[in-house]
């Protein structure tokens, strides 16, 4: 198990087929990582890497006899044995829908792909996201059409942005909320 990832990840995209080619027109990723509840109205869900890192530096802590002892335990089990403040989680991370085809339903069918996948194949009852509180058109979109709430906020969460002088990408702070979508079928 040491050598075998623990959370799944994928990219699911969007094509347009012309006459000539296949164009990409939207994508969206999506991963198993882990949340921490630290208070009732705050949660942490956690980068990915750092997820995976915290699970092998777990387990590794662990003798050889505890660690068989987890061998055929899955994810979820694992976590619930082992991080008992943390539960796995299922994200939608960085939708992007091609500018000239945006408001043509793209964006929510690739949401609603990313929730049948995580729901059918992934088993996940529900499904979280990270959206920065000055986006309102993927607020809108999240809330307003696709069903989500908001369960968490951090006033003072790091953004990246390119700055347009340099061509650098910078970290700026913007309020970014959590928000959950029950996805069982």
């Known amino acids: 198990r040491m050598g075998k990832r623990f959370f799944n990840s994928r ?16 994508i969206v990723g999506m991963e198993m990582t882990l ?5 009732t109205q705050k949660c942490k869900i956690w980068n990915p890497e750092h997820a995976e890192e915290k699970m092998k530096t777990t387990l590794s802590s662990l003798g050889p006899k505890q660690r068989r002892q987890y061998k055929d ?3 979820r089990e694992l976590v619930e044995e082992l991080l008992p403040n943390m539960v796995p989680i299922c994200c939608l991370s960085n939708l992007a829908v091609s500018p000239n085809i945006r408001r043509g ?3 929510a069918f690739l949401c609603e792909e990313v929730e049948r996948v995580a729901n059918e194949e992934w088993n996940f009852e529900n499904l979280y996201l990270k959206v920065e509180g000055d986006n309102v058109s993927a607020k809108g979109l999240y809330e307003g059409k696709l069903g989500y709430e908001v369960v968490s906020s951090d006033e003072d969460a790091l953004a990246l942005r390119v ?10 702070v913007s309020e970014t909320f959590t928000m959950c979508k029950i996805i069982v079928s």
């Open 35 to 39: 949340m921490e509840r630290i208070s």
């Open 73 to 75: 335990y899955d994810i």
């Open 163 to 172: 700055d347009m002088d340099t061509g650098n990408i910078v970290e700026v």
């Open 11 to 26: 990219l699911i995209q969007a094509t347009t087929t012309t006459s000539s080619n296949d164009e990409i027109v939207g």
């Open 105 to 107: 339903g793209i964006g």
